[in-house]
């Protein structure tokens, strides 16, 4: 996007809460003071009439949020308002006390009579502890129907008559009677796994109350008040996809089956009549939430693991028979405990599967997986996502052809390309050189390189764009953006997304609409609908001569997107689960062999079966309940900011680094800053994750550490682990890198704010003690890390020898990194003699790939000439990892002999390409 286009401002507000979640558990906290104060005081004082009216005010504005969950339903609010308009103070407080409990500790969910009974009472909720009842998991059903409060009571009723001991889940029933209040009910009530749409309800909300407005924003932005009352059910469906895409949709209609309209069948799991038994639609949302429910593969294993068996084949380990047995390594069988030997074995067939060809279990879970993550095509990984990046890289892109790629990507990439032999152009990202850190590579940059590669005659050479979605740091590009100006320079362009941090994307509605999968989907409907070729006509007609185009022409478009996912990194599977998804209109046709070629080479013939378990179970899991996990993750990751950002102590030493730190203001069109401050609150990201180039994920929680004197490797090892061991997995010079994921904790989110402040009091008391000199070594220190930051270095070039054509963008690096199997052809440099030898005329030149940790990604590459910006980033660099670098040798370079003699023979093999393309012609 250019920096002049015009800026979005939000249309909402700042809100003293982050989401409706931590709003409605601060509210029931609060009430449960002011009826516990109410419960004291003295009857007729003031004081009381003091709490009684702030009692009454709050169960009112959570009558406004309540209304939107089956639980505490509208029975335990009554019961609250008639309590305290007879001055019951001591029972009301009791009861709060009780609900707020439960509703905190989630426990309601293992027995939701307990919330559900209407007439439930301190002797009834005495008599029914959770605890002594039966786990059944519990949801909630959403009812979208203008029904009175009597037909309501009577649906409750008729629904519960219906459960019977052998269900094995149980739901609370919510009912919504407009349009807009139930897709509120969609994105405040994670519990809601089913909707029943029953004829047409009216528009506009009922329930908005001031209090959630802040939170409604998705809601009040869609504008379908002016659509016919009789289209609201099935624009209601469409919603459900995009707003909650799990959920299971069901549509009650009078409307006759050859009158119905295939959007609308399509929309919704299956339609019902009127007239049908309510039985059938219970036993179907039962059923369709068991569906979810199923996991193929790993219940396969469990079946199979409590099989007596005989062990004839490899795998000593299998049953536990070696391990149990020993009187050496019995204490390892101890720890893992007995399931996991009894379901390690090699057998393929015994209700197993294969794999390199499932058929069974496994393709079944594959194929549920790629319901459950939007994709056409899902395989299961086993050795990382660095496998399943050489796996896309070798299934796409053969010898020659040219890749763009960010030069910051993970190195399997790097590597990828080696093996394919591909020529890579890279793109370098905008640098954030106060915290040592790259950001993302700009829309412009990808274009610009791209028009290169057309004005030289090698824009058919082009196969893929590579970019990492969300980056380490958590920078996420507008994915439909890139996707679409670039389809419109090249239309059959493959877009590779990592997406290893990014899981989790998927199921949060801010964040599914960057993600691959979503929007492959998306622009594949657009594109082929007659309102975009309207659009695309006009478009083409208006345009200047010698304008770039921005819209992709529907006639030659192709939608080929490939995303690749470490799940175990932010979603539940053992190290190393992955998975391969793919929406590629011309997989079939054109890709399906040569990814099952290059899915073959890279996949062991022995995979871990706890690991595709575990992906099963993850897949499970985030069906049911992804929208609810990564929201938490979410808000948590929001408390932690604000936590360091309020207390004076902690923003002494420490920053947690916000949006504007992370992409500048020509990439923020809606010119979001921060999403949390003191004085405001918390800022609404709706705007800037729909418009921005570029928008920080919250769960990456920077710290800056350069007012400790202390750098990055240091703070982690010495203060962090050592003390508190506390884990994380990556720092620049002066920041450490916390996350947020769907296994964090409120505990854990306490303990390491506890941690911080401890640190941060340590941090008082050396400074008290050290004497003026050592201070000012100290000041020096800080000044250095927040001062003196070495500029980021670009990629420089490669050199003419491994040039793919002189002069145009890409290189052959797969010939410079094999060149480097001979000794003789490298040579070392000390690196405090590279710029003097670089000033004297030589051009040094790498023979291998240098990677620094951090911040973990090559500066250096097979081929690539050694600058001066390099050389002075390597050398005021201070990581204890320099990965193909050797302090005691020095930078591995190119023999200037090699480099004269490869450069001819490139030269002589360029002539002989271009004579045989004459000849051809």
Not at 165 to 175: A, H, I, M, R
Not at 768 to 775: G, I, P, Q, S, V
């Amino acid at each position: 996007m250019s920096t002049n286009q015009k800026q979005i401002k939000p249309d909402s507000k700042s809100s003293p809460y982050y989401n409706i979640g931590q709003l409605r558990v601060d509210y029931w906290n609060k009430l449960k003071i002011e009826t516990s104060e109410l419960a004291r005081c003295q009857k007729g004082s003031a004081n009381e009439k003091k709490h009684k009216q702030t009692a009454q005010d709050l169960i009112a504005d959570l009558k406004g949020v309540e209304c939107f969950f089956a639980s505490p339903g509208k029975g335990r609010m009554q019961k609250l308002e008639y309590l305290l308009s007879n001055h019951e103070h001591t029972s009301l407080s009791l009861l709060v006390a009780e609900t707020t409990k439960q509703l905190v500790g989630d426990s309601y969910r293992v027995n939701p009579e307990y919330l559900d009974n209407d007439e439930n009472s301190l002797e009834w909720m005495e008599e029914h502890e959770p605890s002594n009842s039966i786990r059944k998991n519990h949801f909630e059903v959403l009812f979208i129907d203008a029904i009175s409060e009597q037909e309501e009571s009577q649906l409750r009723h008729r629904l519960q008559a219906l459960r019977t001991s052998n269900d094995q889940f149980t739901y609370g029933v919510v009912v919504q009677r407009s349009f807009q209040d139930a897709l509120i009910a969609l994105l405040f009530n994670h519990n809601i796994q089913a909707v029943v749409v029953r004829y047409a309800p009216p528009y506009h909300s009922k329930n908005s109350s001031p209090l959630i407005k802040p939170y409604i924003q998705p809601v009040k932005k869609l504008d379908f008040a002016s659509a016919p009352e009789t289209d609201l059910g099935p624009i209601i469906g469409e919603l459900i996809g995009r707003l909650r895409p799990e959920l299971d949709a069901y549509y009650v209609t009078d409307t006759a089956l050859g009158h119905l309209k295939d959007s609308t069948i399509k929309r919704f799991k299956r339609i019902f009549y009127q007239t049908e038994d309510l039985q059938e639609l219970h036993l179907t949302i039962l059923r369709g939430i068991a569906e979810r429910y199923e996991t193929p593969f790993f219940s396969a294993l469990v079946e199979y693991s409590q099989k007596p068996t005989g062990i004839f084949h490899a795998m000593p380990i299998s049953r536990g028979n070696s391990v149990f047995k020993s009187r050496w390594i019995h204490d390892f069988g101890e720890f893992y405990g007995r399931n996991m030997f009894l379901a390690e074995t090699s057998a393929t067939t015994g209700g197993l599967d294969s794999l390199l060809q499932p058929t069974g279990p496994l393709k079944k879970a594959q194929e549920m997986a790629r319901d459950a993550y939007g994709s056409q095509y899902t395989y299961f990984v086993t050795n990382g996502t660095s496998t399943a990046n050489k796996i896309v890289m070798q299934a796409l892109v053969q010898p020659g052809n040219v890749v763009l790629i960010d030069r910051d990507c993970h190195k399997s990439h790097h590597y990828g390309l080696v093996l394919a032999g591909a020529y890579p152009v890279y793109l370098d990202s905008y640098p954030i050189e106060k915290y040592s850190m790259y950001g993302a590579v700009p829309l412009e940059q990808i274009k610009g390189k791209l028009l290169q590669l057309k004005e030289s005659g090698r824009l058919d050479k082009v196969k893929m764009l590579l970019l990492t979605n969300c980056t380490f740091d958590g920078l996420v590009y507008n994915v439909e953006r890139v996707m679409e100006e670039v389809l419109a320079i090249k239309p059959d362009m493959i877009f590779l997304w990592d997406e290893a941090w990014f899981a989790f994307a998927g199921f949060a509605n801010n964040y599914r609409q960057r993600t691959g999968m979503y929007v492959a989907n998306k622009l594949h409907a657009k594109y082929k609908s007659e309102a975009y070729r309207k659009k695309y006509e006009a478009y083409i007609q208006g345009m200047d001569n010698g304008e770039v185009p921005k819209l992709p022409d529907p006639d030659k478009v192709r939608i080929r997107v490939y995303a690749t996912q470490s799940t175990h990194k932010t979603l539940s599977s053992f190290r190393q689960g992955s998975m391969i998804h793919i929406w590629d209109q011309d997989f079939r046709r054109k890709s399906e062999n040569t990814f099952m070629e290059a899915y073959m080479t890279h996949t062991s013939t022995s995979p871990n079966y706890q690991m595709l378990a575990s992906l099963d179970a993850g897949r499970r899991q985030v069906q049911l309940e992804g929208f609810e996990l990564v929201e938490k993750s979410i808000e948590l990751a929001m408390v932690l900011r604000a936590k360091v950002n309020d207390n004076p102590q902690l923003s002494k030493y420490f920053d947690i680094l916000t949006v504007h730190d992370f992409i500048p203001d020509s990439y923020r069109q809606t010119g979001l800053k921060e999403y949390y401050t003191k004085n405001e609150g918390w800022n609404r990201m709706d705007d800037a994750w729909e418009h921005d180039e570029f928008v920080l994920d919250p769960t990456r929680i920077t710290l800056h550490i350069g007012r400790t004197g202390v750098d990055g490797d240091t703070f982690k090892n010495k203060y962090l682990m050592d003390k508190f061991n506390i884990q994380i997995n990556k720092t620049s010079r002066n920041t450490v890198l916390f996350m947020t994921n769907i296994g964090t904790t409120r505990g854990s989110v306490t303990y390491l704010t506890n941690a911080l402040l401890k640190i941060a009091d340590d941090l008082d008391r050396e400074f008290r003690a050290l004497n003026d000199k050592e201070t000012e070594i100290r000041q020096g220190r800080i000044h250095s890390l927040t001062e003196e930051v070495p500029p980021l270095p670009d990629f420089s070039y490669f050199h003419p020898s491994f040039q793919a054509v002189p002069g145009v963008p890409g290189g052959n690096l797969r010939a410079a990194f094999f060149l480097a199997y001979e000794e003789e052809n490298y040579e070392y440099v000390p690196l405090d003699e590279c710029l003097p030898a670089m000033e004297n005329g030589r051009t040094l030149v790498a023979s291998t790939f240098v990677i620094p940790y951090p911040p973990g990604f090559p500066v250096l590459v097979p081929g690539q000439v050694v600058s001066e910006e390099i050389i002075n980033f390597l050398t005021v660099l201070d990581v204890s990892e320099i990965h193909g670098y050797r302090s005691d040798l020095g930078l591995r370079v190119f023999r200037e002999s090699i480099l004269d003699r490869h450069k001819t023979t490139t030269a002589i093999g360029a002539m002989a390409t271009g004579m045989r393309k004459k000849v051809s012609q």
